[in-house]
């Protein structure tokens, strides 16, 4: 069975940055592009950033320039490098492996004013 785990959320002050971690399980890791997606209080979860199994990578416009999205396939991994954080950030993050239908528990982010 795959499994998704996120990590790396926390409680940040506008400006500042966080990383966060996916790392996946049962899978073969290295062939599948992987999506991070994030959901506020209240609103439909968003598609954030994408990188496909060759490293090609696609951010929504409002964290282009602010987010990296990279993997390390040794590790089954992709990381969501987040600087200059708002507080519209706040949401959980969901990390996405298009084929697989579960997702994992996701890790929240809050940035406060």
């Known amino acids: 069975q795959v499994q998704l785990v996120e990590s790396g959320g926390g409680l940040v002050q506008a400006g500042g940055s966080l990383r966060l971690s996916c790392v996946a399980s049962?899978?073969?890791?290295?062939?599948?592009?992987v999506y991070w997606y994030r959901q506020a209080p209240g609103k439909q979860r968003e598609l954030v950033a994408t990188i496909s199994s060759g490293g090609s990578t696609n951010y929504v416009d409002s964290v282009k320039g602010r987010f990296t999205i990279s993997r390390d396939n040794a590790k089954n991994t992709v990381y969501l490098q987040m600087n200059s954080l708002k507080p519209e950030d706040t949401a959980v993050y969901y990390c996405k492996i298009p084929v697989v239908v579960n997702w994992g528990q996701g890790t929240q982010v809050t940035v406060s004013s």
């Open positions: 049962g899978i073969i890791f290295s062939i599948n592009a």
